[in-house]
Structures are given as structure tokens and as C-alpha cells.
């Protein structure tokens, strides 16, 4: 009777043991499949975070196709909705961009305001310095350069300014600008840009 007790007694001790390890294997699991519940939003946001952040990279060369108007410096000086109205001289033109970084690059562009004179009035390069905001799209920059008018006089000129990028996602974007241009044989004048921008 007495061996039957302590048989019973260590099988019941050790069908506690073993349901004890089991339910210590089975909770160690549950914690490990249940950790990447746990992590996938911070991988979702990470992974968010990285797409946003790659609408702005190194080596990105672009495009931009953009109308552009100007106005000389007396209305610039003296501002006003008629002024603007009836002094203003409006046009289109293209450009090129390469970014070196994701914060400094270079552009060309050529734009025209006159087409009974030559085909193309303007052509300028910039040195680009931009700073995209965060996860939001936007891209603030400044730009500074020289370029040649060839229409109406023919001269040098330097120029400075600045503006604002939106790209809805990594390959098209919106932007406008606005500049000054200093002439080296005329008064200074302002021109503004507002175009598409196609990254690759």
C-alpha cells in the first residue's frame, strides 16, 4: 500500500512538473510570435518614414517644364495690382537639376518671353541649396547663379532668389520661385516661376 502512495505520489509530481514546463514553453512562444504584433507599427512608421524621406535624395537628376513672368525694378518699387498688370511679361521655359547630396545641387534652364525674337530669351545656371521638411513633401531652397539675355539686349546678368518644392510622391513634385536679377548694363528686374518638376 505504502510503495502505492509513493508511486501515485511521484506520478502526480511529475505530471505537475511536466504541465509546469509546458506551460512555460507555451507562454515563452506566445511572447515570441506576439513580438512582432508588438513591432509592427514602429516597422510601418519606419518604412513610412523611409519612403517620405527618399522623395529628396543624392544624385537625383530632374526636370522641370514652368511658366515665368517678370517686372521691372520700378514695380517692384512701387507695387501695385495695375502695375503688375499692365507692366508684367510672361513666358515658359525648361530646366535641368542634379542634386550632389540630398541638399546642395545645380540647375540650367532657358526660358523664353518674346516669340517674334530669338527662340530662346534667358539662359542661367544656379547653385541649389534645399532643405527638405521632415515627412511632409514640402522642400524649401534658395538659389543663386548668372546667366546671358539674348533678346531685346544682349547681356550678362546675376541673380538670387529662393522658393518652395512639393513632390506628391518620389518622381513628381510642384514648385514656385521668385528671384532678383541684377544686369551688368540695366536696372535690376524680378522674375517668378511656377512649374512641374519629373525626378529620376
Not at 9 to 24: D, K, N, P, V, Y
Not at 120 to 146: E, W
Not at 167 to 180: I, K, L, S, Y
Request: charged share 15%; glycine share 14%; net charge negative.
Amino acid at each position: 500500500m505504502k510503495s502505492k502512495c509513493q508511486l501515485a505520489i511521484t506520478m502526480a509530481a511529475g505530471a505537475i512538473l511536466a504541465a509546469g514546463s509546458s506551460l512555460r514553453a507555451a507562454d515563452v512562444d506566445s511572447s515570441t510570435t506576439n513580438q512582432p504584433a508588438l513591432t509592427a507599427p514602429d516597422s510601418y512608421e519606419q518604412g513610412r518614414t523611409n519612403n517620405l524621406n527618399s522623395y529628396y535624395h543624392c544624385n537625383e537628376l530632374s526636370v522641370d517644364g514652368f511658366g515665368m513672368g517678370s517686372v521691372g525694378s520700378y514695380t517692384l518699387e512701387n507695387p501695385s495690382e495695375q502695375r503688375i498688370r499692365h507692366n508684367s511679361e510672361g513666358g515658359a521655359g525648361a530646366g535641368i537639376n542634379y542634386f550632389i547630396t540630398r541638399y546642395v545641387g545645380v540647375d540650367g534652364e532657358a526660358y523664353s518671353q518674346n516669340t517674334t525674337g530669338t527662340f530662346v530669351d534667358n539662359a542661367d545656371g544656379n547653385l541649389l541649396l534645399r532643405l527638405p521638411l521632415g515627412q511632409s513633401g514640402f522642400a524649401p531652397y534658395a538659389l543663386g547663379g548668372g546667366g546671358h539675355q539674348f533678346d531685346a539686349a544682349k547681356l550678362w546678368f546675376g541673380q538670387a532668389g529662393g522658393g518652395m518644392e512639393y513632390r506628391f510622391c518620389q518622381h513628381v513634385g510642384v514648385f514656385v520661385d521668385a528671384r532678383c536679377v541684377w544686369p551688368n548694363e540695366t536696372k535690376y528686374y524680378g522674375v517668378g516661376r511656377a512649374g512641374l518638376r519629373f525626378a529620376f
